[in-house]
């Protein structure tokens, strides 16, 4: 993926022809930056979206091909950029935890029987279950489609947390959740330090002619290490003090009331919502509408109390039109899901018994091409260490020259 | 010793979150039968999911709402990275859990407040770290406040071994519930709709906690389960007392409970006075003036907004 180093290759043209007119709107907006962190995760939850409505192995199957297509493309070099991976393994792991279970629990409904293996019937206290038995195809195929749906909505967030930083996300929260983020933000940071701090300690140790290894030399090294933290915390805490770190605004004590009330009484509403929704004999229609206005009163009291924290934000995250653009993408992949699942449901929802071969719809097929679509929409990403080809100082024409020089360092601060 | 005050309103609104959450983990239980349950038990879990994020950020801004002292924040977010530096190393071996032991510990020296809060940034960096946002984060993080939280309540009178003992004791608990509660969630997801392990609606409660007591004993509780309570329980006894003894030093240090007043500007030698109480006889000195700090918001007078 050339697209990934800082020059791609395809605005070399462009920049060359408009020298003079072009260089400053138009490489602007290929820039390598990074994308809102908001806007991957609205692409990504889309596509789950998208996902968790069908079953049809072919549309998932494209589904996570487009999650990773984007991925590869647009992922940067830091240590959360490289756990897509992972989350594909897990994925497979679910979809093969289903089967299995079918195979081992499944008590062989389905005509189509594969095998039969040996039955073992559990004792008395698991009364009612037996192992194995006939293992069914409709079975397999069953557990193997909800699989693979539960899968494609984890391998598209897994899509997110590789595209998105979490640092800047967290810079998103609202203004109640202030300190909580405050404290993540000082645990991601103090997080490396105290590998340097063990190293630290294992090296006094070593000097002192203490072993570096077994269960009391990790003792000897775990409680400093504790205790160098500790104290740092207390450091931390005053300079985070003389930096004017947890002001707060004086609340009238009417708008704290006005605030209490909200939020407890839309947790009564939530609390009273969820009986609603999971009592035999009361009317349904109470319950989920109560539940979601309960958490819109919440909410409204939470967003209320957090105006009081007052701060200000260095290097805000725009929404501009490139993060519109991506999230409008995961935005109607759903939208072109949900619509084709009510023209044809039947092939969003392949039948399992008798079992069919999946088709696609040409709505599925739009709603995955919208996923696809930020591979190219969004802009590159910034790399620490640019991956790009060496190029021949001869051949270094001036419009691959310029714009290498002046993005790099300052994108490097972004992280 | 409590680092956050928990205000009556801040318990109520505890409570309430806690029962509403409490019913997005045990739903499958509960789910009545009817014409319209298919359809509702597909739903039921996603409404669940995006219910009990909103959950806990709101119970985790009401916890701070009081506005948190520095000092405790500082303290928080350290902690919370010590669990969060523990959590991969025991993730890949089979069982051994090494986040519980600093989160039990914690909870019991800085409170029930500071419990909760330290269970869910512990969970939240550590996802943040290696990645792994997603729809379980919240429950995980839920159980994990919880457990803090419930540390933090343990009688205060103890001392010595019997604080050791109650402690391991509490980890195993903790360690058994943390396993059924995240069990319980991934549950209607781990076996689908038809197998014989899976709920089933409008069963009576007793048939579904049968099937899902088989279903926990099948898949985790005699490994996994087992294996986090007994390192829990292990790490207390060896390092608590170690443990318990730097936390205290260090919310000693930090003076958290020293009510803090400003003196006249005009002394140029006494610009801030800690009254006698816990945080002027102890031993150590303060490092840079950190306890005679200001936790309000005026600040004095002369000094630039």
């Known amino acids: 993926m050339t697209d990934r180093a800082p020059v791609p290759v395809g605005r070399g043209p462009a920049t060359a022809v408009d020298d003079r007119r072009g260089p400053v709107r138009w490489p602007d907006r290929r820039l390598p930056r990074g994308l809102h962190p908001g806007a991957w995760w609205l692409w990504a939850l889309g596509l789950a979206t998208a996902a968790s409505h069908t079953t049809n192995p072919l549309g998932l199957g494209l589904l996570v091909a487009v999650a990773a297509l984007v991925v590869v493309r647009r992922r940067g070099d830091a240590p959360w950029a490289l756990a897509f991976r992972m989350y594909l393994v897990l994925g497979a792991v679910i ?36 192992l194995f038995g006939p293992v069914a195809a409709e079975q397999l195929l069953g557990g193997f489609q909800d699989g693979l749906r539960l899968a494609a909505m984890l391998v598209c967030l897994g899509a997110a947390n590789a595209l998105a930083n979490p640092k800047r996300l ?23 330090q105290l590998v340097e701090s063990v190293l630290r300690v294992r090296r006094a140790r070593r000097l002192r002619g203490a072993p570096g290894r077994g269960v009391r030399a990790l003792r000897g090294i775990a409680l400093p290490v504790l205790a160098d933290a500790l104290d740092r915390s207390l450091a931390l ?34 609390c009273a919502g969820t009986y609603g929704l999971l009592d035999t004999t009361g009317s349904d229609h109470l319950g989920l509408p109560m539940l979601l206005a309960g958490l819109v009163v919440a909410v409204a009291g939470m967003l209320l109390a957090g105006r009081r924290v007052r701060r200000s934000r260095y290097r805000p995250d725009r929404w501009r039109p490139a993060e519109l653009l991506v999230a409008g993408c995961g935005v109607t992949a759903a939208a072109l899901t949900v619509l084709a699942g009510r023209v044809a449901p039947e092939l969003l929802y392949p039948p399992v018994s008798p079992p069919t071969w999946p088709e696609l719809t040409p709505l599925l097929l739009l709603a995955v091409a ?26 270094a024409t001036t419009d691959a020259a310029r714009p290498t020089t002046s993005p790099a360092p300052v994108t490097g601060g972004h992280r | ?16 979150a806690s029962a509403a959450a409490l019913a997005t983990f045990t739903w499958p239980f509960f789910i009545p039968a009817g014409p319209e349950t298919t359809a509702r038990t597909d739903e039921a879990p996603l409404v669940f999911l995006v219910v009990l994020p909103v959950l806990v950020a709101l119970v985790l801004a009401e916890l701070s709402s009081g506005g948190i002292d520095s000092k405790a924040l500082a303290m928080l977010g350290v902690l919370a990275a010590v669990n969060a530096a523990l959590r991969p190393l025991g993730a890949g071996t089979a069982g051994i859990e090494t986040v519980f032991f600093l989160l039990v510990l914690a909870g019991r020296v800085f409170g029930p407040g500071f419990g909760f809060l330290l269970g869910s940034t ?46 391991a004791g509490y980890g195993v608990l903790a360690a058994y519930g943390y396993g059924l509660l995240m069990n319980l969630w991934f549950w209607p997801f781990s076996v689908g709709a038809d197998t014989q392990l899976s709920y089933v609606a409008g069963a009576p409660v007793l048939e579904n906690l049968h099937r899902f007591a088989v279903f926990t004993a099948v898949t ?6 087992t294996g986090r309570a007994i390192t829990t329980a292990v790490a207390i006894v060896l390092a608590g007392p170690a443990v318990l003894t730097a936390l205290r030093r260090a919310a000693r240090r930090a003076a958290f409970g020293a009510p803090v007043i400003f003196a006249a500007p005009d002394p140029p030698a006494a610009p801030a006075t800690v009254p006698a109480g816990d945080g002027a006889s102890r031993p150590e000195p303060s490092p840079s003036g950190v306890a005679t700090r200001a936790r309000s918001v005026v600040a004095p007078r002369g000094t630039p907004t």
């Open chain 1, 95 to 130: 979809v093969a935890m289903r089967v299995v279970f079918r195979i081992v629990f499944g008590g062989g409904q389905g005509e189509h029987v594969l095998v039969r293996l040996p039955e073992i019937p559990l004792p008395e206290w698991a009364a009612g279950i037996r």
């Open chain 1, 170 to 192: 967290l810079k998103a929260v609202p203004g109640a959740l202030y300190a909580v983020g405050t404290a993540v933000v000082v645990a991601l940071s103090v997080a490396p």
């Open chain 1, 237 to 270: 805490a005053a300079a985070m003090d003389s930096r004017g770190y947890g002001r707060t605004d004086a609340v009238p004590a009417g708008q704290r009331a006005v605030t209490g009330a909200l939020v407890l009484g839309g947790l009564v509403g939530v």
């Open chain 1, 370 to 395: 919208a996923g696809a679509a930020p591979a190219w929409l969004a802009p590159p990403p910034p790399l620490a260490r640019p991956t790009r080809p060496p190029v021949p100082v001869s051949a």
């Open chain 2, 1 to 16: 010793m409590s680092v956050l005050r928990v205000t009556p309103r801040t318990a109520l609104v505890l409570v309430l």
């Open chain 2, 122 to 167: 512990s969970l939240f960096a550590s996802a943040l770290l290696t990645a792994g946002v997603g729809p379980w984060l919240p429950f995980q993080m839920l159980a994990a406040s919880w457990i803090g939280l419930g540390a933090g309540l343990l009688p205060a009178r103890l001392r010595g071994r019997a604080e050791i003992a109650v402690l």
């Open chain 2, 220 to 225: 985790s509780t005699f490994g996994w389960d």
